[in-house]
Nanobody, 119 residues
């Protein structure tokens, strides 16, 4: 059973920083990509960033230059460093694991961590 848990959310003023963490437990012997998504009030869930098993990263245009993503494979963790935060970054942030085992792909989501940015 794969479990995904996020942490690190909180309330900050515009211009501030937060670092989100995502830890994966359970059956992690196979390779997995780690991604962050967010869902703001009244909005659909949207992609933020991803980091593949080889370290390749990608970002939504809205966060490029402000957010960075990293992972520690030994600890089964991923991090989202968020700088220069804006009120529009306010959202519930979710970590998603795309686990690939024997050519089968499954997605696992965490429960989310709330980020609130005040003007």
């Amino acid at each position: 059973q794969v479990r995904v848990v996020e942490s690190g959310g909180g309330s900050v003023q515009a211009g501030g920083s937060l670092r989100l963490s995502c830890v994966v437990s359970g059956y992690t012997q196979c390779s997995y990509d780690m991604s962050w998504y967010r869902q703001g009030p009244g909005k659909k869930r949207e992609f933020v960033s991803t980091i593949n098993t080889d370290g390749t990263t990608s970002f939504a245009d809205s966060v490029k230059g402000r957010f960075t993503i990293s992972r520690d494979n030994a600890k089964n963790m991923a991090y989202l460093q968020m700088n220069s935060l804006k009120p529009e970054d306010t959202a519930m942030y979710y970590c998603k694991i795309e686990l690939t085992c024997f050519a089968l792909v499954n997605n696992y989501w965490g429960q989310g961590t709330q980020v609130t940015v005040s003007a």
